[in-house]
């Protein structure tokens, strides 16, 4: 079928709207429309070439909220209009990872999905008879897009698409972050680096944990504002410090916070979310993606002296069987997604919202297609 798709050329680009081709799903597949996507830092990350998995020409988007269209041979867990969510981070319940109940991260198509393909080794989106490569698995700056049963999450119909489409990366993450990495305690000191959608859906984890102290921290104070409504007790701005934004948060918390997670992808930073942990049991959460060569450091001591490094891919969520009850959690207005949605925009301005990102200007836009 022809479709409208927002094509990355190019990497450093802007995308252009085109008529793509797209092919039906295969066996194990469903076609899914797109009704709105996010637009998340990792986009404009990839589409700035510093992701070595970045492929282009491809689709680029992972935050979408669809309906399904059509299903292909053999599937069994979804039916033509239910509502999903893409998960870039699927869930086949069967491979080594999905079995040991010790990480989200499935492996079943991740080899394939790197490579910006569908599990048989194809592209379904072509133009002019050149393929046009997959992202993540999910490709949602599309009208169309075809995906594996395993990287749908079917989810409440009553839940706006155009709002918990964000629940496909950003909040999840974030929440996730704090729920089932982290493991936040009741009375913990948390510290956050980056009030993007990330930062503040960590904020907003982290006051349904308990949190007794939330230090939100970024360089750009227009963020402080909504952090303090979610919840953040202290925000700091690193640049009004002549001392290091560690030693500024070490001296604040008696020693060190319990928790700090990165929400950036800024690998000075990461070292900072460390060395503010508190020595002997303090732990941080890297959740900021960092460009193709960069490398985090820190003196080994820190880690001797008992603080830990984690990281968090979807915030360790597992897509299928546990992001519906994340949009139950928004159904019950257990959490705030309605006020991360600070733009609204036809497919048409899908360039500006990567502009408003970059300028500070957004929290998330949405896209309707
Ligand atoms: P965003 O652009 O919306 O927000 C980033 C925030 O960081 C902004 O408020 C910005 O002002 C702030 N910032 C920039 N430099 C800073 C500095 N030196 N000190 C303090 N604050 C600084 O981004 P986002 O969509 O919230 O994503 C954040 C990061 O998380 C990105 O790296 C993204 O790729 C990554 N991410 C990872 C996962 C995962 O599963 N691990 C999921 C989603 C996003
Ligand atoms: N391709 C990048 C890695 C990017 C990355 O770390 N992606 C996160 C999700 S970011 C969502 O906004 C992730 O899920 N990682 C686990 C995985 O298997 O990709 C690179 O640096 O190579
Ligand atoms: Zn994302
Ligand atoms: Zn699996």
């Known amino acids: 079928m022809k479709i409208r798709a927002a094509v990355a050329w190019e990497a450093k680009k802007p995308l252009v709207i ?37 492929i282009f020409p491809s689709i680029l988007g992972h935050e979408g909220g669809a309906v399904v269209m059509e299903v292909g041979e053999g599937v069994t867990s979804v039916a033509v209009g239910d509502h999903v969510i893409p998960l870039y981070t699927p869930e086949c319940g069967k491979c080594k990872f999905c079995t040991s109940g010790k990480t989200n991260l499935c492996q079943a198509i991740r ?40 990287a749908v999450a079917k989810i409440n119909k009553a839940a706006p698409l155009d709002k918990v489409c964000l629940l496909g990366c950003g909040v999840t993450t974030g929440l996730g972050a704090v729920f089932n990495t982290a493991k936040v305690e009741p009375g913990s000191t948390v510290a956050v680096f980056g009030l993007g959608g990330i930062g503040l859906s960590v904020i907003q984890g982290a006051v349904i944990a308990k949190a007794e102290r939330i230090i939100a921290v970024d360089i750009n104070e227009s963020k402080f504002e909504f952090a303090r409504q979610l919840g953040a007790t202290d925000c700091v701005n690193p640049k009004k410090h002549d001392a290091p934004i560690q030693n500024v948060i070490v001296d604040m918390t008696d020693g060190g916070v319990d928790y700090s997670f990165e929400c ?27 460009g193709a060569g960069q490398e985090i450091a820190t003196r080994p001591f820190q880690l001797v002296t008992g603080r830990v ?9 597992k897509g299928r069987s546990e992001l519906p009850g994340y949009v139950d959690m928004y159904m019950r207005k257990e959490i705030n997604v309605d006020d991360m949605v600070t733009f609204n925009l036809p497919f048409e301005k899908i360039n500006e919202a990567f502009d408003l990102m970059h300028e500070g200007k957004s929290i998330r836009s949405v896209i309707s297609l």
């Open 264 to 290: 950036v992808g800024n690998v000075e930073l990461m070292r900072s979310a460390l060395e503010c942990c508190h020595k002997g049991w303090g732990e941080s959460i890297i959740i900021g993606v960092a």
């Open 309 to 317: 490094w984690r990281g968090t891919a979807f915030g360790g969520v």
């Open 111 to 150: 080899a394939t999905q790197g490579k910006g393909l569908m599990p048989d080794g194809t592209s379904r989106f072509s133009k002019n008879g050149k393929p046009i490569y997959h992202y993540m698995g999910t490709s949602t700056f599309a009208e169309y897009t075809v995906l594996p049963e395993i």
């Open 18 to 54: 085109e008529d793509v081709e797209l092919e039906g799903p295969k066996k194990g597949e469903v076609l899914l429309k797109m009704v709105a996507t996010g637009v998340c830092h990792t986009d404009a990350y990839t589409l700035s070439g510093a992701d070595p998995e970045g």
